[in-house]
């Protein structure tokens, strides 16, 4: 699983300029059943997404498509991380745990 977090490199204007496109992205995003969860920072200097276990490439490729991105509005930090507990509310996302 990856935990990405998005940090704006440009002012809040623009970003909220592209906010409706990055929403529509991310909706996209989640009816491909890629991602989890996703939200802004506080303070509001980025956002957070959790995806569901993938490539490191297919989730770059998904990445690079973000308005964000293609408008250079923001840089990913990629976290892979290999979760060995999980609530028992979220069990069965977790494919590792589940097995």
């Known amino acids: 699983m990856y935990v990405v977090l998005l940090n704006y490199t440009a002012p809040i204007e623009e970003i909220d ?14 009816e491909h059943g890629h991602f989890l969860a996703s939200g802004r920072r506080n303070p509001r200097t980025g956002g ?12 770059d490729a ?12 923001a840089q990913y930090e990629v976290i892979e991380f290999s979760p060995t ?3 028992p509310e979220l ?9």
């Not at 995806?51 to 490191?56: A, E, F, G, I, L």
């Not at 069990?91 to 097995?99: C, F, K, M, Q, T």
């Open 85 to 87: 507990k999980t609530a």
């Open 62 to 73: 998904i990445l690079a498509s973000d308005p964000f991105c293609v408008k250079h509005l």
């Open 48 to 59: 957070v997404i959790i995806s569901r276990p993938m490539s490191r490439g297919k989730l």
């Open 17 to 30: 300029y592209a906010l409706p496109d990055h929403a529509e992205w991310l909706n996209k995003q989640y």
């Open 91 to 99: 069990r069965l996302l977790n494919e590792a745990v589940s097995r």
